[in-house]
T-cell receptor, first 114, second 114 residues
Framework: AQSVTQLDSQVPVFEEAPVELRCNYS??????LFWYVQYPNQGLQLLLK??????LVESINGFEAEFNKSQTSFHLRKPSVHISDTAEYFC????????????FGQGTRLTINP | DTEVTQTPKHLVMGMTNKKSLKCEQH?????MYWYKQKAKKPPELMFV???????INESVPSRFSPECPNSSLLNLHLHALQPEDSALYLC?????????????FGPGTRLTVL
């Protein structure tokens, strides 16, 4: 069975500062990796995903994540954050076989201070 | 139409009540999901329907009864719930097929059990 660990439950940063949200996973088989964002009182939105190929994946709003197989990590980064990035961020995995079953990490609350 | 809708947005019910949550999508997706999200926790998968048939039940108590009357609709019937069942209930849908299919989430129904 797979599991996901998000190392920080809360990350406060100042606006326009860089940020990294850390995610490590454990699985005995090949996995797909995801970052989801949840704004207050809303459902989840897919931010970016790693399926195969290039280990660096990017979103349209400036986030990027890098898949590191040797360290079993998929950390999320943004070079300059905005107030609007305040949200809960969830790292998730699913196995190649049985890709319907998403397993989420505990979440990281990103708070942007002016 | 690229959204998943859920009704009602909020629901308060007593432990002896019977109520239903409704989820609808018109994206032609043939897989639909129910997740439960407790406060400050990640979503947890409850049920998956594939081509209107129940394919995954994550050992959910029988007081939760899912139903998929057609490919666009997913219901969750609630009966004799407990206060600890209070949570945000998220519905999602995706294409069905081998490999990865992105799950699209609805905004959720916030359920309070008194």
């Amino acid at each position: 069975a797979q599991s996901v660990t998000q190392l920080d439950s809360q990350v406060p940063v100042f606006e326009e500062a860089p940020v990294e949200l850390r995610c490590n996973y454990s699985s005995s088989v090949s996995v797909y990796l995801f970052w989801y964002v949840q704004y207050p009182n809303q459902g989840l939105q897919l931010l970016l995903k790693y399926l195969s190929g290039s280990t660096l994946v990017e979103s349209i709003n400036g986030f990027e994540a890098e898949f590191n197989k040797s360290q079993t990590s998929f950390h999320l980064r943004k070079p300059s954050v905005h107030i609007s990035d305040t949200a809960e961020y969830f790292c998730a995995v699913s196995e190649y076989q049985g890709a319907q079953k998403l397993v989420f990490g505990q979440g990281t609350r990103l708070t942007i201070n002016p | 139409d690229t959204e998943v809708t859920q009704t009602p947005k909020h629901l308060v019910m007593g432990m002896t009540n019977k109520k239903s949550l409704k989820c609808e999508q018109h994206m032609g997706h043939r897989a639909m999901y129910w997740y439960k999200q407790k406060a400050k926790k990640p979503p947890e998968l409850m049920f998956v329907y594939s081509y209107e048939k129940l394919s995954i039940n994550e050992s959910v108590p029988s007081r939760f009864s899912p139903e998929c009357p057609n490919s666009s609709l997913l219901n969750l019937h609630l009966h004799a719930l407990q206060p600890e069942d209070s949570a945000l209930y998220l519905c999602a849908s995706s294409q069905e097929g081998r490999g990865y299919n992105e799950q699209f989430f609805g905004p959720g129904t916030r359920l309070t059990v008194l």
